[in-house]
């Protein structure tokens, strides 16, 4: 069974630096396209980055390019999502999400495996 759990998310101050991790099992990780989304309230979940299984490739939204940086570690079957210079904007609840053999996409319908988000709080 397709476990994704994440953790790392906090409150932080406008400016601040956290990173997110997203630790999988009962898949063979290295054969997964692995995404970050984000959730705001009120609002529609949105693709944040993604990094493809068979070369690294990375995307990223607009709103976070250059102030984010995700990255994969097959060792250790985990992703990680590091943001810098956080906005208030950027409060979320961000989810972690996997996509076998799957490239690259924005939309989150693409992806079928999903963790249970972990809360990003940035005040101003």
């Known amino acids: 069974q397709v476990q994704l759990v994440e953790s790392g998310g906090g409150l932080v101050q406008a400016g601040g630096s956290l990173r997110l991790s997203c630790a999988a099992s009962g898949l063979t990780f290295r054969s997964y396209t692995m995404g970050w989304f984000r959730q705001a309230p009120g609002k529609e979940r949105e693709f944040v980055s993604a990094i493809r299984w068979t070369d690294d490739k990375i995307v990223y939204s607009d709103s976070v390019k250059g102030r984010f940086a995700i990255s994969r570690d097959n060792t250790k079957n985990t992703m990680y999502l590091q943001m810098n210079s956080l906005k208030p904007e950027d409060t979320a609840v961000y989810y972690c999400?996997?996509?076998?053999?799957?490239?690259?996409?924005?939309?989150?319908?693409?992806?079928?495996?999903w963790g249970q988000g972990t809360q990003v709080t940035v005040s101003s």
């Open positions: 999400a996997g996509r076998r053999f799957g490239d690259i996409e924005r939309a989150a319908e693409k992806f079928g495996s």
